[in-house]
């Protein structure tokens, strides 16, 4: 059986480092098999962030710090989409999505809903870990 297209993507970055669905996924399943697990999890690993915000949540504040310098996240309701960038001029290069778990969507939605208020934070955090264009 093939795999779904987004499945199948894969990002390979300046030096080597490859991610993929699968590293996306195992960096999730330590945070937990439910809602309250996870947000126990991210709040002992001291991760915060906004509601109803794809780039400044605590679950992409958590994944972008596991992640080469380089790579965006967004998380959405069921997916979190990675973008790679060009190290030198900052450009994206390359996208993928990852189908989020159940029990990844029943966090966001609680996170969403403000049933985690101690993991609520309003901040400017730059999310990208794009390095700045090389001047030329």
């Not at 060009?86 to 159940?102: A, M, T």
């Not at 049933?115 to 990208?128: A, G, K, S």
Request: proline content about 9%.
């Amino acid at each position: 059986m093939a795999l779904p297209p987004w499945e199948d993507k894969r990002i390979t970055d300046a030096d080597g480092v490859v991610v993929g669905p699968g590293v996306i996924r195992k960096l999730l399943a330590p945070l937990g098999e439910n809602g309250d697990a996870i947000a126990n999890s991210l709040r002992a690993r001291g991760f915060t962030g906004m509601p109803v915000d794809g780039t400044h949540c605590p679950l992409g504040h958590y994944l972008i710090s596991e992640l080469p310098v380089g790579f965006e996240i967004f998380v959405d309701d069921n997916i979190v989409t990675v973008t790679a960038h060009r190290p030198k001029s900052g450009k994206v290069c390359e996208i993928f999505s990852v189908q989020l778990s159940r029990s990844v969507q029943r966090f966001i939605s609680k996170f969403d809903k403000g049933l985690y208020p101690d993991l609520v934070q309003f901040c400017e955090i730059d999310h990208q870990k794009t390095p700045p264009p090389v001047s030329q």
